[in-house]
């Protein structure tokens, strides 16, 4: 797949280190990009924190493995972890299929209200995809 | 991704066909090849059950010709190239006068007097290097890599597929036999050996021919299932099968019989470099194995990763992967003699995390014939 097909909702805004992030009231869900599955191939494994872990904006909070490549998971922002895709064990090639939808990873009650400086627009992130990718 | 040396990297003649083909290519021992076309667990499984085609022009060759070839093929190689008859190849390894690995390498017998040495990409000019100071006698040692392409047709259907393109018949031809004749229409080496537990097929051929080739093989395996493969897949193919990546599990701080390969060592042809210390170690024992294991606890072992036993740090992991064939997390690591039985357990640390392995029975998949 060519960089141009990748998607990037609009009512998602995402990180430099390609997680999305949709915020419902006080409650962030997070994954990966359609450009960083398709970046790191076949998922074949993901490490995801326990519910109640503090995850800390801009640290890691889990691993996801292709066949080949190891790339850790940054928290977009600040938090405790409230739910988690605990399907993805079973299945992580969930991850390729549906990364904004079945593939999403932790969600996240958010500890500050503020908003995390550095999260991107749709349109600003498929930018700055496109700058990584030149 | 980014290249830190600022040396271009080399690209074998199917280069541009692999972009036409929007495959991934990364940087491999300074060669720009494809690591997946499409996907590399669907390239691995079409492998095991169908067909896959690479291309490994990246490989070195080294010509080895005259009188006295025999005599330097068995002074610098540890098996016993006497053993071929013209139309036979054989695994085998340059050896250090430590018994460790220079390379390990495929001996084709051509002609009596005539052999060809195929060679890790990485490895080709110190090899060429080392060849060349045993030489003795009448004997001409050619690094010959630039001359030949060669791509790998491997899997159940690959003698179907290549068949009818080829000038000699497939089928009489032995595992590790080979014949010289056309394929493409062009005169070519067609080995039956390969680097993924499957039957299949290795072709040496000119470079100028070896896009060509490609392309009629994908034409001709369209409705058999055959896809193009890259690197990934090649990994994970040889490690499901125990075959060794040298760099990775063999290199010259491990000996043959450390990497469990005992057989590929002939001490009673004569002497060769390295005999002396081979014999030293069958007699002595050895420091430690490279054992296959398989991840009991959740966690993939990666090359590079430290195997511990009760609270210490006793070897490591030399390769390890999701295996998309045997659905398991497998590797290979050296450790103690006596952890190395099959059912010992030890920990591999993973992200500073002792995650519970267990050694298991080697090839992690063996095909059934």
Known sequence: MSKGDAIYPESLRYTKEHEWLETRGAVATVGITHYAQAELGDIVYVELPQMEAAVVAGEPFGTVESVKAVSELFAPVSGVVAEVNDALQASPETVNKDPYGDGWMIRIKVSDSEETPGLMSAAQYRKYVEDEAN | ?369
């Open chain 2, 1 to 369: 991704m980014q290249q830190v040396t600022g040396t271009p990297l080399r690209k074998t003649p199917l280069n541009a066909l692999f972009r036409e083909l929007g495959a991934r290519l990364v940087d491999f021992a300074g060669w720009e090849m494809p690591v997946q076309f499409s996907s590399l667990i669907e390239e691995h499984l079409a492998v095991r059950s169908a067909a896959g085609l690479f291309d490994v022009s990246h490989m070195g060759e080294i010509e080895v010709e005259g009188r006295d070839a025999l005599a330097l093929v068995q002074r610098v190689a540890c098996n016993d190239a006497a053993r071929l008859a013209p139309g036979q190849a054989q695994y085998s390894a340059l050896l250090t006068e430590q018994g460790t690995f220079v390379d390990d390498i495929l001996v084709y017998r051509r002609a009596p007097d005539r052999f060809l040495l195929v060679v890790n990409a990485g490895n080709t000019d110190k090899d060429f290097a080392w060849v060349g100071q045993h030489a003795a006698g009448d004997v001409q040692v050619v690094n010959a890599s630039a001359r030949w392409a060669q791509l790998a047709i491997q899997g159940p259907r690959a003698a179907g597929v290549l068949q009818p393109l080829c000038s000699m018949d497939l089928e009489p031809i032995p595992s590790y036999g080979f014949a010289e004749g056309k394929a493409g229409g062009v005169q070519a080496i067609v080995s039956r050996t390969g680097y993924t537990g499957e039957d299949g097929f290795e072709i040496y051929l000119p470079p100028e021919a070896a896009a060509d080739l490609f392309r009629a093989l994908l034409r001709a395996g369209r409705g058999e299932g055959l896809l193009p493969c890259g690197f990934g897949a090649r990994d994970t193919l040889r490690l499901e099968a125990r075959l060794a990546l040298y760099g990775n599990d063999i290199d010259e701080t491990t000996t043959v019989h450390e990497a469990g390969l005992r057989w590929i060592s002939k001490p009673a042809k004569g002497d060769f470099v390295g005999r002396e210390a081979l014999m030293r170690q069958q007699a002595g024992g050895v420091p430690r194995r490279l054992v296959g294991f398989e991840m009991v606890d959740r966690g993939i072992a990666r090359h590079g990763h430290t195997v511990r036993f009760e609270g210490r740090d006793v070897g490591r992991v030399t390769s390890g992967t999701y295996g998309p064939y045997v659905k398991k997390n497998i590797g290979l690591a050296y450790v103690p003699p006596d952890l190395a039985g099959v059912g010992a357990r030890f920990s591999v640390a993973i992200r500073e995390r002792d995650t519970a392995a267990a050694v298991v029975p080697t090839p992690f998949y063996k095909r059934s014939r």
